[in-house]
């Protein structure tokens, strides 16, 4: 009996002891849920203040950033094509690259078999694409992850066009045609062809890209649609939907701070120097560009991309303001001052294309424009001229160093038996762009 009593006395002070622990951990559990749910609640003040922009953007936070880019023409999009190649690089990130140079057989829908190397040979999916398409959501999708965020940016037609036809004036159909006709009839050949757009336009039954609405067709849509027509704002509508941000050229300062907020990223991730910019006109009268007649008239034949620039610009001041106006101002003067600061760090010099020191600091430049580019300062130390190459490196380079990397780092999986995947080795055999020669854009 003695032997029952001392077990049942210990029985009973386990029970006690449990007892104590248990009412201690619920002490300390409810003040760490109520800490918790106090972070929470001011979360909440902040997301509803915010309220219309967060719910707009919730799905494309993402932890580094899985991006797609659509790079429409002579719109500063390789300025920020720049911006992603950097964060991309700085990141270890997987670009969807072409096949073959740096553009996704433009003027063709994009297509998923146009990419390098096909998305389950390295995991699945890409995390950036941000060459130079024609859109087509279906095909996008089957490359890219379902938490993408989807950008784009357009420019005032006012201003894109006359833009457009003098850097591809020796290039689209319509645009030569016009070039031609204006030595005889002693006018500017912007001016000639916007007199007579559609004569010359529909003259050229293998049309370009450019000749009417260029961005309309970037964007996928059918550029001779009528802008009243159900096809037109169907397509609209879609794009209002796929896309998270549509920037804006001339408030690109603004978009930078938006596209910053939309993917969670840093400051120092999205300083920039313009890309690609041209110096001056050729073959054409200054006054013609100040013509109101003739903006009518770029207004009149490109409709579609007025009507594009205009919705998008109306959303993206509504998106301003969820951001808060305030705010923004503080964020676009903090972006000067750290674009001031890496202009003084990097830049020798702004030059055209015939006073550039180094090969690799060289732009694409058609015969029509002047386009600027950038002599880096010498005596860098090399952790700094690193960073400055990044940053001034045009597209056509840094696509290739990209890609070259990509390439080894994908080749060395293959060869160590890291990607079980036969078809790949067979396929990059056969790519042109995985030969082991370098990369020709």
């Keep these: 009996m003695a032997m029952l009593r001392g077990v049942a006395s210990a029985f009973l002070w386990l029970v006690l002891l449990a007892s104590a622990v248990s009412i201690l951990c619920y002490l300390v559990c409810t003040r760490f849920n109520s800490e918790i749910q106090l972070d929470v609640g001011h979360s909440t003040q902040v997301n509803i203040f915010h309220k219309e922009y967060e719910e707009q953007h919730t799905r494309s936070k993402v932890l580094h950033g899985?991006?797609?880019?659509?790079?429409?023409?002579?719109?500063?999009?390789?300025?920020?094509?720049n911006i992603l190649f950097r964060f991309g690089e700085k990141n270890n990130l997987t670009f969807a690259f072409p096949i073959q140079g740096h553009q996704f057989y433009y003027p063709q829908d994009f297509m998923a078999s146009y990419v390098a190397m096909p998305p389950r040979a390295v995991g699945g999916r890409f995390h950036m694409l941000c060459s130079h398409m024609r859109f087509h959501m279906a095909e996008v999708a089957r490359v890219m992850s379902d938490n993408a965020t989807f950008l784009s940016i357009v420019r005032s037609p006012d201003t894109h066009f006359e833009s457009v036809f003098h850097y591809y004036e020796n290039n689209d159909p319509a645009f030569i045609a016009a070039k031609n006709h204006s030595d005889r009839v002693n006018k500017g050949p912007f001016r000639t062809f916007l007199e007579s757009a559609e004569t010359f336009y529909k003259r050229n039954r293998k049309r370009g890209p450019f000749g009417r609405n260029p961005m309309a067709f970037d964007f996928?849509?059918?550029?001779?649609?009528?802008?009243?027509?159900?096809?037109?704002?169907?397509?609209?509508?879609q794009l209002d939907v796929a896309f998270d941000l549509v920037m804006i050229t001339e408030r690109f300062d603004e978009s930078v701070i938006l596209a910053k907020e939309i993917l969670g990223w840093a400051m120092e991730d999205v300083v920039y120097l313009s890309n690609n910019k041209r110096a001056k006109i050729h073959n054409d009268k200054p006054l013609e560009r100040e013509d109101t007649r003739l903006t009518e008239m770029i207004r009149r034949w490109n409709a579609l991309d007025v009507a594009l620039y205009e919705h998008f610009s109306r959303r993206f001041q509504r998106q301003v303001e969820a951001f808060g106006v305030g705010r923004m101002r503080r964020e676009v003067d903090a972006l000067r001052r750290e674009v001031s600061a890496r202009r003084e760090e990097c830049v020798a010099s702004e030059v055209g294309v015939h006073e550039i020191k180094e090969m690799e600091m060289m732009p694409y430049a058609?015969?029509?424009?002047?386009?600027?580019?950038?002599?880096?300062?010498?005596?860098?130390?090399?952790?700094?001229?690193?960073?400055?190459?990044?940053?001034?490196?045009?597209?056509?380079?840094?696509?290739?160093?990209?890609?070259?990397?990509?390439?080894?780092?994908?080749?060395?999986?293959?060869?160590?038996g890291r990607i079980i995947n036969a078809g790949s080795v067979a396929m990059l055999s056969r790519s042109p762009t995985f030969a082991l020669s370098s990369i020709h854009d």
């Design 66 to 81: 899985d991006v797609v880019f659509l790079k429409t023409h002579k719109t500063a999009s390789s300025t920020f094509q």
């Design 220 to 237: 996928g849509l059918n550029p001779n649609a009528d802008v009243s027509s159900r096809e037109f704002r169907s397509g609209l509508a």
């Design 366 to 416: 058609p015969e029509s424009v002047d386009i600027l580019g950038f002599n880096m300062k010498s005596g860098l130390e090399p952790r700094t001229r690193e960073r400055c190459l990044r940053l001034l490196l045009p597209e056509p380079h840094y696509h290739a160093r990209l890609f070259r990397t990509q390439r080894r780092s994908w080749m060395e999986k293959l060869r160590y």
